[in-house]
């Protein structure tokens, strides 16, 4: 069954750099757009960025473009979310999503990028 996890969340301070992870449990990823997305307390789910399967296409939603950065490493199956000058805003719980339906290796339109499934989160805190 496929499971999705993401990692490497924590706190971060104003201004720092983090990178958080996502991996499966063996379920190939690479014929697949993934799509990294975020829940803040009290708040609804945010897409925040789609990455194609073959990485030749991203998208970014307006409040993490130029901050945040999506990429991918299809031979070990991970796709990753850099997060640069994080604000205090960024805090939430981010988990990513794959794309299993029809056209699944391209990136659908937002907020949901067109994923079928999501996995577990891990949580980032930005504070001082």
């Known amino acids: 069954q496929l499971e999705l996890v993401a990692s490497g969340g924590g706190l971060a301070q104003p201004g720092a750099s983090l990178r958080i992870s996502c991996v499966s449990n063996g379920f190939r990823l690479e014929n697949h757009a993934i799509a990294w997305f975020r829940q803040a307390p009290g708040k609804e789910r945010e897409g925040i960025a789609c990455?194609?399967?073959?990485?030749?296409?991203?998208v970014y939603a307006e409040s993490v473009k130029g901050r945040f950065t999506i990429s991918r490493d299809n031979a070990w199956s991970r796709v990753y979310l850099q997060i640069d000058s994080p604000k205090p805003e960024d805090t939430g719980d981010y988990y990513c999503?794959?794309?299993?339906?029809?056209?699944?290796?391209?990136?659908?339109?937002?907020?949901?990028?067109?994923?079928?499934?999501w996995g577990k989160g891990t949580w980032v805190t930005v504070s001082s």
């Open positions: 999503g794959i794309k299993v339906g029809a056209a699944r290796s391209t990136c659908g339109a937002p907020p949901d990028f067109g994923m079928d499934y």
């Open positions: 990455i194609s399967s073959s990485s030749d296409n991203t």
